[in-house]
Nanobody, 126 residues
């Protein structure tokens, strides 16, 4: 019943920008922490960014700090990932994720997340 649908991926040159969106349904979105993950070919899925239910706290992987911004609009049941200064190593399928229940702590580990979107491809050319 929970659905997460990502959009906004595409092909961009190095140094360019993209904004990903994740539309959620089937859960009380405003009480759930959310996260973005990515998975490159041959690599494990890794966390990119997380955001608390209220949007007041965020966390980022070291590799994207200063370049990516996670945000949310609870009125629209949507979480965003603004990506700037993109690098070829950012190329991956990007996934939106939600935990199996509302958590007070912002988890940055894949084991905390139960619900996943289908993913959106981001390709950064050099």
């Amino acid at each position: 019943q929970v659905q997460l649908v990502e959009s906004g991926g595409g092909l961009v040159q190095a140094g360019g920008s993209l904004r990903l969106s994740c539309a959620a349904s089937g859960l009380t979105f405003s009480v759930y922490n959310m996260a973005w993950f990515r998975q490159a070919p041959g690599k494990e899925r890794e966390v990119v960014a997380g955001i608390t239910w209220s949007g007041t706290s965020t966390n980022y992987a070291d590799s994207v700090k200063g370049r990516f911004i996670i945000s949310r609009d609870n009125a629209k049941d949507t979480v965003y990932l603004q990506m700037i200064s993109l690098k070829p190593e950012d190329t991956a399928v990007y996934y939106c994720a939600a935990p199996n229940r509302a958590l007070s702590a912002l988890a940055m580990d894949i084991s905390a997340y139960t619900y996943w979107g289908q993913g959106t491809q981001v390709t950064v050319s050099s």
